[in-house]
C-alpha cells in the first residue's frame, strides 16, 4: 500500500499510540510518498487512543 500513498492528495491525519515515538524515523519513512501527511502521537494509550486518551484525541480534529 505505500506505494499507492503518492495517489491521496487530500490532507492525511495520521494518530498514533505513543509508544511508535520509538520508531517515528521509520513511521516518517512509510508516509513519504505523502507530502500532506501530518503524523502525531497521542500522550497516552494502546490500541484504542480514543478511549484511552480521548482529551487529546479530540482535540485533533
Known sequence: MRAELKNI???MLVLLEPQF???????????EACPDATIR?????LHFIMYDDWDW?????
Do not use: I, L
Request: zero cysteines.
Open 57 to 61: 484525541f479530540s482535540k485533533q480534529f
Open 9 to 11: 492528495k487530500d490532507p
Open 21 to 31: 515515538r520509538g520508531v517515528d524515523q521509520m513511521v516518517k519513512s512509510q508516509f
Open 41 to 45: 502521537y497521542a500522550t497516552k494509550g
